[in-house]
């Protein structure tokens, strides 16, 4: 959702560069399916550790993704994990 007009907007992939070294079987460019992936792996990330004061309940959050052969679920962990290195 656009925030400035609260419209709905559509998931847009971030902008690809290509690597200088290309390896075709390597390449993992982003698309909207991956984006939308990568968004609620990301929020999972970020609830908070503790789901419960009261019951002390610690709540560390684990992500399991889904689906059938050839539905690039590791290609899209592998795309977000990719963003952690970039911060060294």
Same mark, same amino acid.
């Given at each position: ?20 070294? %290309? *390896?075709? !079987?390597? &390449?993992?460019? /982003?698309?909207?399916? $991956?984006?939308?992936?990568?968004? %609620? *792996?990301? !929020?999972? &990330?970020?609830? /908070?550790?503790?789901? $419960? ?36």
């Amino acid at each position: 959702m656009d925030l400035e007009t609260k419209q709905w907007t559509l998931w847009q992939p971030e902008k690809w560069k290509a690597p200088r070294k %290309i *390896i075709f !079987s390597q &390449l993992l460019i /982003p698309t909207s399916d $991956s984006t939308r992936a990568e968004y %609620i *792996i990301d !929020s999972i &990330l970020h609830l /908070p550790l503790e789901r $419960s004061v009261i019951r002390r309940e610690h709540g560390i959050q684990h992500t399991l993704l889904v689906g059938g052969a050839g539905t690039a679920k590791t290609s899209v962990v592998l795309m977000y994990a990719d963003k952690f290195d970039k911060d060294v």
